[in-house]
């Protein structure tokens, strides 16, 4: 994953359209976890790595902070996202024959330069 939608999302739909790979829900949507604000799937989101230089949600945002570092969707962090999924902060894909689609079985893409610091502290990414 590596960028996540806080409570001070607007619900604008700016960010839903700049996304490379379709990772960004909207609230109501029935794989968001959340009832008012945007939710980024943590296995499909690749922080825009070979599609641009930061990450295209950010930079749509209108609201300071609504959209913020998160770790990277990597085996490194696998732990951190099967026990977020237990607890509802993200509603991991299941897939019919790999099952839950944790870094181990899929990980995906981020930018190596953001450093482990600010992924956490949630910092905001459009301050990188």
């Not at 790595?49 to 969707?73: F, K």
């Not at 990980?107 to 990188?128: C, G, H, L, T």
Request: charged share 30%; proline share 6%.
């Amino acid at each position: 994953m590596a960028v996540k939608i806080t409570d001070e999302c607007i619900s604008c739909e700016a960010c839903i359209s700049e996304c490379p790979v379709a990772a960004i829900l909207e609230e109501g949507h029935e794989k968001n976890p959340y009832d008012d604000i945007f939710y980024v799937k943590p296995e499909s989101c690749v922080e825009c790595v070979d599609h641009a230089d930061t990450p295209r949600c950010a930079e749509a945002c209108p609201t300071e902070g609504a959209i913020v570092w998160d770790m990277p969707y990597t085996a490194e962090f696998n732990d951190y996202y099967a026990s977020k999924n237990e607890e509802g902060v993200y509603k991991i894909r299941e897939h019919k024959s790999k099952g839950l689609m944790l870094p181990s079985v899929k990980a995906q893409k981020f930018i190596e330069a953001v450093p482990m610091s600010s992924r956490e502290q949630y910092e905001n990414v459009s301050d990188f």
